[in-house]
């Protein structure tokens, strides 16, 4: 049973909550650019993903009688995380974000206020609006922001029960662009630190995990790999391995060797 | 256009998900979602930016001009 990988629990791993929701799992994915919802299916599940994010969309009435999303990527088998993508403006993030909780009976929302299209940085002033907004109104926030950790503290401040700074803009698979950042952001908040967009291959999820992330959110890494179903394989492993090295401590550096075997007894010829 | 016509059927004109819909009044929310054959699908609507919940669409009554945004979740990060 050489290649068999255990599960978090069976490895002592704590679950994590966010809101009312308790998770094993510290991946979750999206649902984006895969080339079907079997695929996208298949490499959730090989992910070990408990949570995956949709969008919202004007229902496309000509493919409207084919099988939709969410008869494949059941609410019923994951926790559905419904995101503002695309809005520009924090009142088209709070109508996506009220529209999603009427379609999908949850107070979960991922907020996302986009201040500028060719990079897709988030709008921090409007992120922090309509996060307000959407916390007055009974919402469970997660918002998608710069990796800052002023604007992270300031979100903390009003009630989101996580944060999820990018780690690269999203999409571009460039991987922790700035890791001093998201240490300063996990030493700044005590809710769980969720790195959202930017990691392009396992490493880079083990990477975010091992500075202590509390979870990783990708879409793009997985769903445009060459092989999306064994990239989301390496996903999960990416994330246990750099959780389970953040819980084991690592060594100190140091710049010279310390030799591995003993000194004493070194034969003498 | 009075009042006495009220009750009679009248044509009118409502954007849906911003293509315009010729529709006989009164004509409801729900009486939308039959015509449009989204009745068992699992959607959101919102008329001129209020979300109408799913227990007010036998009542929500739609008016000329309205414009209906009809959303369902598709695959996203």
Known sequence: MGTEVKTNEEQGHSAWKVGSFEFQS?????????????????????????????????????????????????????VILPNTAGCYSADDAVTTAQMGRELLETDLIKLEVIGDERTLFPDV???????????????????YITDDPVACQRLEAMGCPAVMPLAAPIGSGMGIRN??????????????????AGVGTASDAAVAMELGATALLMNTAIAHAKDPLKMATAMRLGVLAGR?????????????????????????? | MNASQ???????????????????????????????????????????????????YKEAELADGDRIEILEAVGGG
């Open chain 1, 244 to 269: 389970a090295a953040y819980e084991a401590g690592r060594m100190p550096k140091r710049l010279y060797a310390s030799a591995s075997s003993p000194l004493d007894g070194t034969a003498i010829f």
């Open chain 1, 26 to 78: 510290r991946l979750i994915i999206g649902t984006g650019k895969y080339e079907s919802f079997e695929q996208n299916l298949a490499c959730a599940e090989a992910s070990g993903a408990e949570m995956v994010t949709v969008a919202l969309r004007r229902v496309n009435f000509d493919a409207a009688k084919g099988p939709r999303l969410l008869d494949v990527i059941s609410p019923k088998r994951f």
């Open chain 1, 179 to 196: 890791a001093a950042n998201l240490r300063i952001i996990l030493e700044t908040v005590e809710v769980p630190v969720i790195v959202d």
């Open chain 2, 6 to 56: 009220s009750d009679s059927p009248i044509e009118f004109t409502l954007f849906v998900n911003g293509d315009p819909q010729t529709l006989i009044s009164p004509c409801t929310v729900a009486d939308l979602l039959e015509a449009l054959e989204m009745g068992g699908h699992r959607v959101a609507v919102a008329v001129n930016r209020d979300i109408v919940v799913r227990s007010r």
């Open chain 1, 125 to 143: 002033p409007a992120t922090l609006e309509a996060a307000k907004r959407l916390i007055d109104d009974g919402f469970t926030v997660l918002p």
